[in-house]
């Protein structure tokens, strides 16, 4: 897809900024990864389930931006398949729902946030995923919208809360967008009075 990473590394850089460990879990890009303390390229959608999985289990949070592909060709072919042998029928798998993994097995204390791309019904659909994965915060993003979505430097979008309430946000840099996150994660976790471990996202001074 034309996912550019930005929204990605936007959450990243504004994370590092407010002092926290920032392990980034990354596909491939055209652009500069942040200075974050731990960068994790990957290139498949199994090598970032993995990649994720992994680092889950230490995060005090966890937010997946990544546009991961929802299915893969069952069969690689090792060699070059022939044009003679006629028009191929590519049968695809599903890929791990990185996101629903990670929310499956959740530790205490943990904050888990998803995001969701639409073209159609952004609301009705956020919301299923918002519960199907079991996430203390969805950003919904509707991607058909101008200075919205892929590879732009601007988004849209509406939080949504298990409780059921909604924060329209106006459009705005993926940087500011990363922040109006990161001050909703700061303000779950005061709610919640995790205390340890110190998740290190700091509020905005
Ligand atoms: N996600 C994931 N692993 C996948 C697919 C999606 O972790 N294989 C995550 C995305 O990073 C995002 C959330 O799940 O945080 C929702 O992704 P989205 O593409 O909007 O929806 P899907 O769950 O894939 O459902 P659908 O494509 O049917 O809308």
Redesign the pocket.
């Known amino acids: 897809n034309r996912s550019s990473g930005k929204m990605g590394y936007a959450l990243a850089e504004a994370s590092r900024r407010r002092g926290a460990r920032v392990l980034l879990v990354s596909g491939p890009t055209r652009i500069e990864p942040p200075a974050v303390s731990v960068l994790e390229p990957v290139r498949t ?1 199994k090598e970032m389930a993995e990649a994720a999985a992994r680092h889950a289990e230490t995060a005090t949070v966890v937010v ?7 299915f893969r060709p069952a069969i690689a072919h090792a060699g070059k398949i022939k044009k003679r042998q006629g028009v191929p029928t590519v049968k695809l798998e599903p ?6 993994e990670i929310s499956r097995r959740r530790r205490d204390g943990q904050i888990i946030v ?5 073209t159609d019904h952004l609301i009705e ?1 956020a919301a299923a ?1 918002l519960r199907a ?1 079991r996430l203390d915060l969805l950003v919904a993003n509707d991607v058909s919208q101008s200075g919205a979505g892929f590879d732009v430097d601007t988004n849209i979008v509406t939080l949504l809360f298990p409780d059921g309430h909604k924060l329209a946000l106006e459009k705005m840099a993926k940087l500011e967008v990363a922040n109006r996150v990161l001050d909703e994660v700061v303000e779950m976790r005061r709610k919640s009075e995790v205390r340890s471990p110190k998740s290190g996202i700091e509020s905005r001074k």
């Open positions: 959608a997946m931006a990544a546009a991961v592909a929802d890929t791990t729902d990185i996101l629903a998803g995001f969701a791309a639409e659909n995923k994965k």
